[in-house]
């Protein structure tokens, strides 16, 4: 144990006999967690008191409740406490009473009834489709939080660095268009409080974070807390946060929880005065630069410093990065992942930056969260379009050095790359089935999350020599080949949007100023409605075809210009056929490795081809240039 904590109880009451020269009574401006629930399977919870003169502290608590385990920094500014919740505890408040030489205070802690299992904590699998969206860049709901005061000057609609006054009740306020749509499931950039100072604003960007147009950057994405247990004020509050969450699951949308473990904002209150000296990977004046060096934690040899920069490297070399090999850190993250879940209801959690945490404390993490929510789905982000790299992220296996995460599915940035350079670059189709091909790598290639395109790329029809026709190609594969696909905000519509900020530009309509509204077929232009009737058109189709969510996928054709595979069940079967070229393209398409092949005739569902007929178990048909067609009997 470090010389920097009271060790145990006795050397804490000889603490208190000793009179500090300021005389000063402990004060007590924060608990973390604030409340936790009786019965819970994290039991005790460990508690953070942040105030000033706790050293030498003692803690009293409510009448059948412990307090183990106290340790206290240097500074006498934090305290740290295991508190036992009995077990027959019941809702209510339980208030701690701190004691040292120099006085007493009270610090409030509380427990409340655990929300209702049905409908909640349920996960996400293929057969839902999930949507992505900025709570910032979706709608207005709430114009009282635009320009909050206690964050006052970062709001401007016309600077795409700055809070445009999108907010939670802005995207409850929209949850029918996204029902009509037809995905099943909500994933928003994460809520957390983040810096609310102009003045720190602009030291913050002066260095490192100043766009190419030269404005300040606000947190706006919502990726530098400064505060953990808050939700930021220009989204909302807590309160409106639990609505949106309850009418969400009315709607029948699932929710995911964006959560961010690696770093912290950079005004974090913790940054000059970090609870332990160990909280953070190094200091302002003294860390190191993360390079990204993936590879190096799939590697059984890596160069000791690129695996210590990209583990412990703060992120853009900007955000302080948490140090989860400190106990105490890592139960701080662990447990505010569990208050999140407890307090909404929400069905799963999206993880940032997986890659640069030890994976030995997600394997802790995944865990602890399994335990009490068995259904929750676990989703990481590992930035990469190596197939072999991305599989070793994913849990279901203990891989070389002794670790399975648990981390049950991953973003297949792979597959995104094939299919931008298939429908937006022109490459040829081979490009798809050769990326699909190492799902040998994956413990289930399955489940993993595909996309076209999301906050951290540019925008699909921003790509050159994009056209809606490869857009509505994408979409098609998308929605049919295997995964979880998700969808991000705007491009149902062929939003425009080149790198970062541009790509997450406001939906048209979501501001009551906006001269039209794309969330109404009226206020869609021709294009925009064609891209939206399509992708709604295969949501559709998705919803009704079981093979297109479970199915095995079997590949029957492949070339530079078509490629035509199957999804296949014991009962059902769909094929899905691509012309890729600029010119009418006909194909003959053997059935014998799909329960098809009795089949008499098939159907395009699509609309764009009449009967076809099965002759001696193949089918032969002409799609039209840079089209697609899904095949049923």
């Not at 919870?45 to 059948?64: I, M, Y």
């Not at 009226?522 to 891209?531: C, I, N, T």
Request: aromatic content about 10%; some cysteine; hydrophobic content about 40%.
């Amino acid at each position: 144990m470090t010389n920097w904590f009271c060790s145990n109880a006795a050397t804490a009451w000889l603490a208190l006999l000793v009179v500090r020269a300021d005389g000063a009574a402990p004060e007590v401006s924060r608990v973390e967690p604030p409340n936790w629930w009786p019965g819970h399977s994290l039991n005790p919870v460990r508690l953070l008191l942040s105030g000033t003169n706790l050293t030498g502290a003692q803690v009293e608590p409510a009448a059948g409740f412990a307090a183990r385990n106290l340790r206290v920094s240097d500074d006498g500014n934090f305290l740290f406490l295991d508190l036992h919740v009995p077990s027959n505890a019941v809702a209510g408040t339980f208030p701690l009473r701190i004691l040292t030489a120099d006085g007493a205070t009270t610090a409030p802690f509380s427990l409340l009834n655990p929300l209702p299992r049905a409908g909640r904590f349920g996960g996400f699998s293929p057969d839902d489709v999930i949507y992505l969206l900025m709570p910032d860049r979706f709608a207005n709901g709430d114009r009282f939080n635009d320009d909050p005061p206690a964050s006052h000057g970062l709001y401007d609609r016309t600077k795409p660095r700055s809070y445009h006054g999108g907010d939670l009740a802005g995207v409850r306020a929209h949850l029918a268009y996204l029902r009509e749509l037809g995905v099943t499931a909500l994933w928003t950039t994460p809520w957390y409080d983040n810096v609310n100072h102009f003045n720190r604003l602009e030291k913050y960007t002066a260095d490192n974070r100043r766009g190419a147009e030269g404005e300040p950057s606000t947190d706006y994405h919502g990726y530098g807390a400064v505060d953990f247990y808050a939700v930021e004020e220009h989204f909302g509050d807590l309160p409106e946060l639990r609505g949106l969450v309850n009418a969400a699951h009315a709607a029948g949308l699932k929710v995911i929880q964006d959560q961010v473990a690696n770093h912290t904002g950079p005004y974090h209150s913790w940054v000059t005065n970090p609870p332990t000296p160990t909280w953070f990977n190094g200091t302002v004046a003294n860390h190191l630069n993360n390079t990204w060096q993936t590879w190096t934690i799939a590697a059984t040899n890596p160069p000791a410093d690129k695996l210590r920069s990209t583990l412990d490297g703060w992120f853009i070399n900007l955000l302080p990065d948490l140090n989860q090999d400190d106990p105490e850190t890592a139960a701080y993250l662990i447990q505010n992942s569990l208050w999140w879940i407890g307090m909404t209801g929400l069905d799963a959690v999206r993880q940032d930056t997986l890659p640069y945490v030890p994976r030995t404390y997600w394997a802790r993490w995944t865990a602890v969260l399994k335990r009490e929510y068995p259904h929750l789905t676990i989703l990481g982000e590992m930035f990469d379009g190596n197939p072999q790299l991305v599989s070793f992220f994913q849990g279901g296996r203990v891989r070389f050095d002794g670790v399975d995460s648990g981390v049950e599915t991953l973003f297949d940035f792979p597959l995104y790359y094939a299919v931008r350079d298939v429908f937006a670059k022109g490459q040829p189709m081979t490009r798809l089935a050769q990326t699909l091909a190492a799902d040998t790598n994956y413990v289930n290639p399955r489940v993993l999350v595909t996309f076209l395109g999301l906050h951290d790329t540019a925008r699909f029809m921003s790509e050159p020599g994009a056209t809606t026709d490869g857009l509505r190609n994408a979409f098609t594969f998308l929605l049919t080949t295997r995964g979880t696909p998700m969808i991000y905000y705007g491009d149902e519509i062929a939003l425009r949007g080149g790198g970062d900020p541009d790509n997450r530009r406001d939906f048209p309509g979501g501001w009551p100023e906006d001269p039209r509204n794309a969330f109404e077929k009226s206020g869609r232009s021709g294009e925009e409605e064609a891209v939206h009737a399509h992708v709604q058109k295969l949501l559709q189709l998705r919803r009704q075809l079981a093979p297109l969510r479970r199915g095995e996928f079997v590949e029957l054709a492949v070339d530079a210009k078509s490629y035509v595979f199957a999804r296949v069940m014991s009962q059902a079967s769909v094929v899905v056929a691509f012309n890729h070229s600029p010119e009418p393209l006909t194909l003959e398409v053997p059935l014998a490795p799909v329960p098809l092949a009795a089949a008499k005739s098939l159907h395009d569902r699509l609309g764009n081809l009449g009967r076809i007929g099965v002759t001696d178990g193949q089918v032969k048909f002409t799609l039209a240039a840079h089209s697609a067609a899904i095949l049923t009997p």
